[in-house]
């Protein structure tokens, strides 16, 4: 019998802190659904286990679930960097390349995903797309300031953006931005669209997380739990400024994964 989705969603939260989450880490708290349960798992590690953990939350609620179940949250500037941060998405594609932010966190989650060593995403597969932006909107935060004139400027880069909205006025981030979720359709050039956008005045950061993963957990409805990999390695971030490499044009998506049981 098929599993629902958030009997996958807890199955590939557990494994990924089974697998990565060891005593003394610092561990980067993502946000959504797939995160919370992570977040569960990992407060039994401390209370039950006696795990020595320190955390750094990707938003305000999820550092109110961690706070709740005990665990020590910090500031990321109190950290000097975060072994592994455990995050959901909203599309993974074959190169381990992300959609995210459906949650509004995109923000933060960038951000901790930049000090972090290893960024391990947990998706049930109905996130599996063959290109970024078949299924849901690019979520763009742009500051409040004129947020018209941005929209009308990602307007111009071919989607449809449309303000996002909760009990009937703008969606507030933690940051204090709006949210546009940008319905473009296939993404076939994301680096290319991702240097549009964040060369538009007033935008804060898209939801393209390219490059940014190093292990994706896959809950499949069969009832396993599997894994990308990218034979990729990064020496851990002495700040919080990214290790990573700046990328150009698309054909730098090069990497090489596989697909293994854990
Ligand atoms: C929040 C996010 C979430 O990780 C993403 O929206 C997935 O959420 P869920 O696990 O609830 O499907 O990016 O900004």
């Not at 797309?129 to 935060?141: F, H, I, M, N």
């Not at 940014?212 to 396993?224: K, N």
């Not at 739990?225 to 990328?247: K, L, Q």
């Amino acid at each position: 019998m098929a599993l629902d989705v958030s009997e996958l969603k807890k199955m590939a939260a557990e494994e990924a802190v089974e697998l990565y989450v060891k005593d003394g880490m610092t561990v980067g708290l993502g946000t959504g659904s797939t995160a919370r349960y992570a977040i569960d798992a990992i407060g039994r590690l401390v209370s039950e286990d006696g795990y020595h953990l320190k955390c750094v939350a990707t938003s305000e609620q999820s550092a109110e679930q961690a706070r709740r179940l005990g665990l020590e949250v910090l500031e990321l500037a109190d950290v000097k960097g975060i072994d592994v941060t455990i995050d959901g998405a909203d599309e993974v594609d074959p190169s381990m390349n992300l959609i995210k932010g459906l949650g509004g966190a995109l923000l933060r989650e960038k951000i901790v995903a930049a000090a972090t060593l290893t960024e391990v995403i947990i998706v049930d597969d109905s996130k599996l797309v063959d290109v970024l932006g078949s299924k849901v909107s690019l979520p763009v935060e742009v500051v409040r300031f004129g947020h018209e004139h941005t929209a009308y400027a990602l307007k111009r880069q071919g989607c449809t953006p449309v303000l996002r909205m909760k009990d009937g006025a703008p969606f507030v981030t933690d940051t204090g931005n709006y949210i546009y979720d940008c319905a473009f359709g296939p993404i076939e050039r994301p680096y290319f669209l991702e240097t549009a956008i964040d060369s538009i005045p007033g935008v804060v950061e898209n939801g393209l997380f390219l490059n940014r993963v190093e292990e994706v957990l896959v809950a499949g409805s069969e009832g396993s739990v599997y894994r990308f990999s990218e034979r990729r390695h990064r020496s851990r971030p002495d700040s919080c400024t990214s290790s990573r490499t700046p990328f150009g044009p698309d054909v730098h998506n090069v990497s090489s994964f596989y697909r293994t049981s854990v």
